[in-house]
């Protein structure tokens, strides 16, 4: 069995390090080949990995729908060429043109996976047309939260049958395991002192991130000490010179950094002392992947209820959840985590323990497979 995976919104820094390893899972574990082609504006540095691995890859130049058309006619060649039983899309442009193609290719098993949470429902509502024409030409959908399936079954009118649930993952191995080498360059890299208290921060300058509460509830904590720094990674988006202002506006000049892009997040999450997430609503967050990422790297933090978060969130066990839009509620909970210790430790053991159990790679290619082989089944056999 061949599956293709089609992945659009990549550029040359992008980390796709997991689709690697799931491919290495699908082929070792469960005899499934796989072969890739990703969309975008330069070819990501994975795909050299890809190929050194003897994995199919391609890629297409595509700057958006400016080049839809050249690229539809590129995929449907590729896909006529390699013949793959089953075709896997990520990320809007790759699930309207992969899935497009693959219709024409006469491709019977063509899948997706909804990234994104209900944001097309609440502005840029003209984009939600790609997510129904998906939804129309994709065989089956893989939710990766419940809040997902949600969107997709009450809002859009998916039939359940053709969801299926399938929970984001990460390698464990790359997170919470310090090297101190490397912490020490990232501290000297953000000027971080020995008894700086470090607050992280990883969420793009969006309305939906709430921005508008989590600066000024973090403002409040600068009264306990001087020694505070908030570094905030990710650092770019539509809301961009708002964020800046509330920053000017609240916390004090050279105690925050913004950082557009770092590349090794794993050991950046091992310099933080809290960590910070409060998107404003149940549904803004298809999945999440920072709420694993920081628990996975024993982190106590911040949260509020989104995407997987819902989930997975226990209150002053593996985190501390405030409410939706609540500053008041932020500034409370860090001004806890800042004068207790002990109890940012407890977190932190307790959030890595629950990542492991439910968000390991293994599980994640194992619902992978159970799922391709269904499909196989179901239009092959």
């Known amino acids: 069995m061949k599956v293709c995976y089609i992945i659009s919104g990549v550029s040359r820094n992008c980390d796709f390090a997991q689709y690697l390893w799931t491919a290495n899972g699908l082929r070792n ?38 080049d839809w058309i050249k690229a539809l006619f590129i995929l449907i060649k590729l896909l006529k060429r390699n013949k793959p039983e089953i075709i896997h899309c990520h990320l809007i442009d790759a699930n309207v043109l992969g899935l497009f193609s693959g219709l024409i290719c006469g491709i019977k098993s063509r899948v997706f996976t ?52 399938i929970h984001n993952a990460t390698d464990m191995s790359t997170l919470g395991c310090i090297n101190l080498n ?51 990674f990710n650092a770019k988006g539509p809301e961009e010179n708002k964020v800046i202002e509330l920053v000017k506006k609240y916390l004090p000049y050279n105690s925050h ?45 911040i949260f509020t209820k989104s995407g997987i978060g819902d989930e997975i969130l226990k209150n002053k066990s593996n985190s501390i959840i405030v409410k939706h839009k609540n500053q008041e509620d932020i500034s409370n909970a860090l001004k806890f985590l800042y004068l207790n ?39 092959h056999v």
């Open 114 to 165: 909804r990234q994104h949470g209900y944001e097309h429902h609440v502005r840029n509502r003209k984009s939600i047309i790609w997510d129904y024409i998906a939804n129309i030409l994709s065989t089956k959908i893989i939710a990766t939260s419940k809040s997902t399936s949600y969107i997709l079954n009450q809002l859009e009118k998916v039939k359940i049958k053709k969801i299926c649930e």
């Open 341 to 379: 210790k002990d109890k940012r430790i407890e977190i932190g053991i307790k959030a890595r323990k629950d990542v492991e159990e439910h968000f390991d790679k293994k599980r994640m290619v194992d619902d992978l497979s159970k799922l391709y082989k269904n499909e196989f089944q179901r239009f």
């Open 29 to 66: 574990s469960h005899n499934i080949e796989t072969e890739f082609i990703f969309l975008g504006i330069a070819q990501p540095e994975i795909s050299k990995k890809i190929k050194k691995q003897s994995f199919n890859t391609n890629f297409i130049f595509c700057r958006g729908k400016k």
């Open 182 to 232: 490397k912490k020490n360059m990232m501290k000297k890299k953000y000027n971080i002192k020995t008894k700086d208290f470090v607050i992280g921060i990883c969420s793009r300058f969006d309305f939906s991130k709430g921005y508008e509460y989590l600066i000024p509830g973090i403002s409040k904590i600068f009264k306990n000490s001087e020694n505070i720094k908030v570094l905030i």
């Open 257 to 301: 950094t913004f950082i557009p892009f770092e590349k090794d997040m794993s050991t950046a999450y091992s310099i933080m002392d809290v960590f910070i997430h409060v998107p404003i609503s149940l549904n803004v967050e298809g999945f999440g992947l920072v709420y694993i990422e920081a628990m996975g790297s024993k982190l106590p933090c």
